[in-house]
């Protein structure tokens, strides 16, 4: 069974970074496509960044652009994303996804979140 280990999460100050890690377990398949998501309370969760073959396609949320980089191991089988120039609108809980079929490049593409994997999620709190 696939599974998805984040780590990284924690509490920054406005301005600070922090690293996520994602690594899937199973190594089955390499992932041709991983990402993270961010959602708050509240509101649905939304694509933060995501990757699809080795970075040949990237995806960002223009919040982030400039400031977060998205990179994929090259066993397909990691992602991690550094979050410089932290805002505090940026607390959420950050998760994980991953897909290993060839259709998953038209959803990076488009910022999609249809994802076959999901990791459980990883907190980052930003204070002002």
């Known amino acids: 069974q696939v599974r998805l280990m984040e780590s990284g999460g924690g509490s920054a100050q406005s301005g600070g970074s922090l690293t996520l890690s994602c690594v899937e377990t199973?190594?089955?398949?390499?992932?041709?496509?991983m990402g993270w998501f961010r959602q708050v309370r509240g509101q649905g969760r939304k694509p933060v960044a995501t990757?699809?073959?080795?970075?040949?396609?990237?995806y960002y949320d223009d919040s982030v652009k400039g400031r977060f980089t998205i990179s994929q191991g090259t066993s397909r089988n990691m992602v991690s994303l550094q979050m410089n120039n932290l805002r505090p609108e940026g607390t959420g809980m950050y998760s994980c996804?991953?897909?290993?079929?060839?259709?998953?490049?038209?959803?990076?593409?488009?910022?999609?979140?249809?994802?076959?994997?999901w990791g459980q999620g990883t907190r980052v709190t930003v204070s002002s």
């Open positions: 990757i699809a073959s080795g970075g040949r396609h990237t």
């Open positions: 199973s190594g089955a398949r390499p992932s041709i496509c």
């Open positions: 996804a991953a897909d290993p079929e060839d259709y998953c490049i038209i959803v990076v593409v488009a910022g999609g979140q249809n994802y076959r994997y």
